[in-house]
């Protein structure tokens, strides 16, 4: 499909499993201590896409001429506000109570890059919960520990399958890679 030797820089066990499914042979290439930061003025739509962009230029120096490095950042937004990665279990307990019986949308920020092309592109999907209670959250938080998570949840985990009401969009933008239009943008290159 592709001329090049595609590189996911990214250490997400999701993002592996989920390029994994489109059958293109691929290596994983992370490096260290990449500045995710963002002006406080970006708009949330903005976001995701703004840090892979800049964890692409990160590759870029480093790349060589065969390589295409794909590089991708996800973030939940509520009511225009971002839920990162929680510090600790209140900080993901807080985030699961304001998620609760709310609509809130996955933003994925997809960077393909060779040395001669770039290609960004952002994955919008809207998530609702239903009413979770107390018990539903710490159990989850105790027991899966989504420290590691945007927004404190994974959807393919317990957490989705009981608190899901509604998800319009790519499910698999809300795992963190929205394969679907990676395939279609390989086929560009």
């Not at 090049?4 to 499914?21: D, H, M, T, V």
């Not at 994983?28 to 708009?43: F, I």
């Not at 998620?99 to 592109?121: A, D, M, N, P, R």
Request: glycine fraction near 6%; include cysteine; hydrophobic fraction near 40%.
């Amino acid at each position: 499909m592709v001329n090049y030797k595609i590189i996911l820089a990214s250490n997400s066990p999701r993002r592996k499993e989920l390029l994994a499914g489109l059958d293109v042979d691929f290596e994983v290439r992370v490096l260290k201590g990449v500045d995710e930061s963002y002006p406080a003025t970006l708009p949330t739509a903005e976001i995701a896409e703004y840090i892979a962009l800049k964890k692409a230029a990160a590759y870029r120096e480093a790349m060589a001429a065969d390589e295409l490095i794909i590089t991708a950042d996800t973030i939940v937004v509520l009511n225009d506000e971002v839920l990162g990665k929680p510090k600790d279990a209140a900080d993901a307990c807080r985030m699961l109570h304001e998620l609760s019986g709310k609509t809130h949308q996955v933003v994925t920020g997809v960077v393909l890059t060779t040395i001669g092309q770039q290609e960004h592109f952002s994955v919008v999907s809207n998530v609702t919960f239903k009413e979770l209670t107390d018990d539903e959250i710490d159990y989850y938080v105790e027991t899966y520990k989504p420290m590691d998570k945007a927004g404190a949840y994974g959807i393919q985990e317990w957490i989705g399958y009981v608190g899901v009401t509604r998800l319009e969009g790519s499910y698999f933008n809300v795992m963190g890679l929205p394969v679907q239009r990676i395939y279609e943008a390989l086929k560009r290159f």
